[in-house]
């Protein structure tokens, strides 16, 4: 038994066996009695015709103390993992004696092939029982056919998403979207039932004329719109496009950037800042700390869960932002905007996220629209990997962002550089951060929690409109 006073207790069947997982019990506070209760037996003879014998029980109890804490062993046990092998006649072969190292070892203990023996470190999602409250069999009269299944009567994982009538174009399709689908009309026309929404409906047009493509961040740094209604708005003036240079970007109607040279500057570029212990420091230390880290990992049993954000249709008419704003702090014309940082990346200054996805026209840096610009009036075809751009300028745009980054970090943190050697300049790199789901979403002002989601913006976005 392990004991942690601050904590819970561990109860172990095998308290040797590291592979052994151990019950736990959580600490709870009480104000109990502790009791010895001695139970005494006497015989004696009982006079009646039958001269039975029947003992005489006599109970005595003593109070020893108080008791303040309590242990609870709530959950059920969790299932063991045991170091065998299966020999060649079937049976099981023990090998925790050349699994676990007891004492200093030999170099030729560590080159032994072996079965590699590593268990998870959860093996069960729930550790409590739960009651599943099955429904009974409903009795039908004699004669009663059941309906034949359809995709209406299924139960799902979760409920339906509601429908937003996007519009999704792939960068090898042929044609693209002059006008947005009838019932993305009708969705936005039921909900635009006040000024505010027809404002921004015109503020997002006069967006779409400046310039034909945009991120859905760079939307929310530029007109106050509560998110759920820019879901229904989006697809009623732009298409969304899937793969390619401009991919996870919204694109006016009738607008095709394969066809035009100068929509080269709306690409989209996906940079992660670089980070690894090579070059003085671990991502624990960066500036820019990641959303999610699997150092924080949580049961799905948490009970502190995030509260849904729920929007009814009625809701959306009466317009989001006007009547809640009100009792806020700031005013409706800037209560859902973002910062510019959320989609401008100016020199001196840190991403608010590790993973951003920037338009090239949002990079704010002459070197960086230098290596843009390198090709300018020689654009001779759009290809799916570089767009306009020639080839590797995604790569050089992200080497000469990473650059200023680190100089950010090294003014900013010097102690994590003193016992590291520079390169020569030009040539300084940090590792890549690869891995499709690190965070970016976008940030959000402190008084609006968002809707729920996934914490990657492109996925997030294909998931509300799919």
């Not at 792939?170 to 039932?193: G, H, S, Y």
């Not at 006016?252 to 992660?272: M, N, S, T």
């Not at 317009?319 to 100016?346: N, Q, V």
């Not at 949002?362 to 001779?380: C, F, M, P, T, W």
Request: aromatic share 10%; net charge neutral.
């Amino acid at each position: 038994i392990y004991a942690d006073p601050a904590k819970r207790l561990e109860l172990y069947f095998r308290p040797r066996d590291p592979y052994c997982h151990p019950v736990c019990a959580n600490r709870f506070p009480t104000s109990s009695l502790l009791l010895r209760v001695s139970r005494r037996t006497k015989r004696r003879q009982q006079q009646d015709a039958e001269k039975q014998t029947q003992p005489e029980v006599k109970f005595e109890m003593e109070i020893l103390g108080i008791v303040t804490t309590v242990y609870k062993f709530q959950g059920m046990s969790d299932f063991q993992y045991l170091a065998v092998h299966s020999g060649p006649d079937g049976k099981q072969i023990s090998m925790y004696d050349k699994v676990l190292m007891l004492k200093p070892e030999k170099e030729e203990f560590f080159n032994r092939e072996l079965p590699l023996y590593i268990p998870p470190p959860i093996f069960s999602r729930l550790d409590t029982p739960v009651d599943y409250f099955y429904r009974p069999d409903i009795q039908h009269r004699d004669g009663y056919n059941n309906p034949q299944v359809s995709g209406e009567n299924l139960i799902g994982l979760s409920r339906a998403r509601r429908p937003h009538n996007a519009i999704f174009v792939n960068f090898d399709d042929e044609e693209i979207p002059a006008k947005p689908l009838d019932a993305a009309v009708q969705t936005w026309k039921k909900v635009c039932t006040n000024p505010v929404d027809r404002k921004v409906e015109e503020e997002l047009r006069k967006l779409f004329e400046v310039r034909p493509v945009w991120s859905r961040n760079a939307v929310k740094a530029n007109i106050s719109v509560h998110p759920d209604k820019l879901k229904l708005l989006l697809p009623y003036l732009a298409y969304y496009m899937l793969t390619g240079p401009w991919r996870s970007l919204w694109v006016r109607f009738g607008y095709d950037p394969r066809k035009h040279p100068e929509a080269k500057i709306y690409q989209v570029l996906d940079f992660r800042i670089r980070c690894g212990m090579k070059y003085g420091y671990a991502p624990n230390d960066m500036p820019v700390k990641a959303k999610r880290s699997t150092y924080n990992y949580s049961l799905p049993i948490t009970v502190k869960k995030p509260v849904s954000h729920t929007v009814s249709i009625h809701d959306l008419k009466q317009g989001l932002g006007t009547s809640a704003a009100s009792t806020s702090k700031k005013p409706a014309s800037s209560r859902y905007k973002l910062k510019e940082s959320i989609y401008i990346f100016r020199e001196g200054a840190l991403p608010p996220y590790r993973q951003m996805f920037y338009q090239l026209c949002d990079l704010n840096v002459e070197s960086l629209q230098k290596i843009i610009r390198r090709n300018d009036g020689a654009e001779s075809e759009c290809t799916e990997r570089d767009g306009w751009c020639l080839p590797k300028t995604s790569d050089d745009l992200r080497d000469s962002m990473s650059l200023m980054i680190k100089q950010i970090i090294r003014s900013t943190r010097p102690a994590l550089f003193s016992s590291t050697t520079s390169s020569e300049d030009g040539k300084e790199q940090l590792t890549y951060e690869s891995g499709e789901d690190e965070d970016d979403e976008e940030e959000e002002e402190e008084d609006f929690k968002p809707s729920d989601g996934s914490e990657n913006e492109m996925e997030t976005e294909i998931l509300d409109y799919v």
